[in-house]
């Protein structure tokens, strides 16, 4: 299990603080509040000691006529539409819930699915280890709306805390052989949030029951006291119980239940077990290339997000040390022009990656608002400068 995921915006507000002095700092010390955030708590899993693997869902049945090709020789969104295939789009999450893994790129999966039509197919791969809360609820109220129109898949690598709260939603669920989904905790630092615990662990098996499972099994995902075993009829038919008296038991007292492949499958938790996206395509059915698509796009929508993530990551702190010293050599007006210019650029970062600005390099709407206010500061005293040799001159 990866180590636990940690927010301290309070702590990493202090490097704007290195950057700022005076009157300008004291503008900007109240930069982040702290926030609730899912988290990595330690389970243990118990192991399954068989596999069934649930009946796969068929594949789309309408019949398909050749369609015309593009410029670059491949069919485009119009004609596969109009010939009846479906497109499958693959939209990769990788990272904290609410910075890497957010609403925002299962929304725009949303739009390119919904212009050729109902009944596409989105996989989630979802890779974190938690994240915000706030964020939770709003991928919550994407993906249900999202599985109204469109096949909607998760496909596990890793789901602790916020990233299973975000599995939970789809309808079908797939891991990878390694993979670990579970232990769905609301923390405050390192704190439990034991004032809210109840309403969690109802929130929690409200996800599951949106997606089809038993929600008996979210409250023992949210705290450790939750039992939870199971009975397997010979039909394969799954009976779960909130305690450890039956055959197969996923969850002991003091213990944050976490799924693994083998017991997720064996219990249908999960459909099944994917090691390769060709390996899902073919439990999903979607691997017949006279009625389905695989489409790109899910995938240049995520690398485009987190290409911009690790450019705020690397660009935004060069730039706070830059406002510093940029421009002191020369004094006067240059050096203010170039503490507006590298002020203005730290705002236009967060007006484009405001998740990665505040919760990893902790620079809040407060410190924004401060870095406008100096502008406007820096932008009179410019005007001053300039006009004081008309005035010399004049006088």
């Not at 050749?66 to 491949?74: C, F, I, L, R």
């Not at 008996?216 to 075993?229: D, K, N, R, T």
């Not at 909130?242 to 996923?250: A, E, F, N």
């Not at 017991?263 to 999903?284: I, M, P, Q, R, V």
């Amino acid at each position: 299990m990866s180590p636990n995921h940690e927010i301290n915006p309070m702590d990493r507000s202090r490097t704007m603080s290195s950057v700022l002095s005076g009157s300008a700092w004291q503008r900007l010390c109240a930069v982040i509040c702290a926030v609730f955030a899912f988290m990595n708590a330690s389970a243990s899993v118990a192991s399954a000691s068989q596999s069934t693997t649930p009946p796969k869902p068929a594949g789309a049945s309408k019949q398909s006529t050749v369609p015309s090709k593009g410029a670059d020789g491949k069919p485009t969104a119009k004609d596969a539409s109009a010939a009846g295939k479906k497109h499958v789009f693959v939209l990769p999450l990788d990272g904290m819930v609410g910075i890497g893994l957010r609403h925002d790129e299962m929304e725009k999966v949303e739009q390119v699915a919904d212009k050729i039509g109902p009944g596409q197919v989105i996989i989630l791969r979802i890779n974190s280890n938690g994240g915000l809360v706030i964020e939770g609820d709003m991928i919550a109220e994407s993906l249900t709306r999202i599985k109204q129109k469109h096949r909607l898949v998760a496909w596990v690598e890793k789901a602790i805390s916020g990233g299973a709260f975000t599995a939970l939603w789809c309808d079908e669920m797939y891991f990878m052989p390694e993979a670990a989904l579970g232990s769905i905790t609301m923390l405050s630092g390192r704190t439990e949030v034991s004032a809210v615990r109840e309403e969690w662990k109802e929130r929690v098996a409200e996800a599951c029951a949106g997606g089809g499972r038993d929600p008996l099994i979210g409250p023992a995902m949210v705290h450790s006291e939750v039992e939870l075993s199971y009975e397997k009829a010979p039909d394969g038919k799954v009976t779960f119980y909130p305690d450890v008296k039956h055959t197969y038991v996923l969850s002991r007292n003091n213990e944050n239940l976490d799924f693994n492949a083998q017991n997720a499958e064996h219990c249908g938790f999960s459909d099944g077990t994917a090691k390769t996206e060709a390996d899902l395509y073919k439990l999903l059915g979607v691997d017949d290339s006279d009625k389905y698509i695989i489409s790109d796009a899910g995938k240049k929508i995520a690398a485009e997000w987190q290409k911009l993530i690790k450019d705020c990551k690397e660009k935004v702190p060069l730039l706070m040390r830059k406002r510093q010293i940029e421009g002191t050599s020369e004094g006067g007006i240059a050096q203010l022009q170039a503490r507006i210019k590298n002020n203005q650029a730290i705002i236009d970062w967060f007006k484009k990656c405001r998740p990665e600005m505040v919760y990893e390099l902790g620079v809040g709407e407060q410190a924004i608002e401060s870095l406008k206010q100096e502008n406007d500061e820096l932008r009179k005293r410019v005007k001053e400068l300039q006009a004081a040799p008309r005035n010399n001159q004049g006088n």
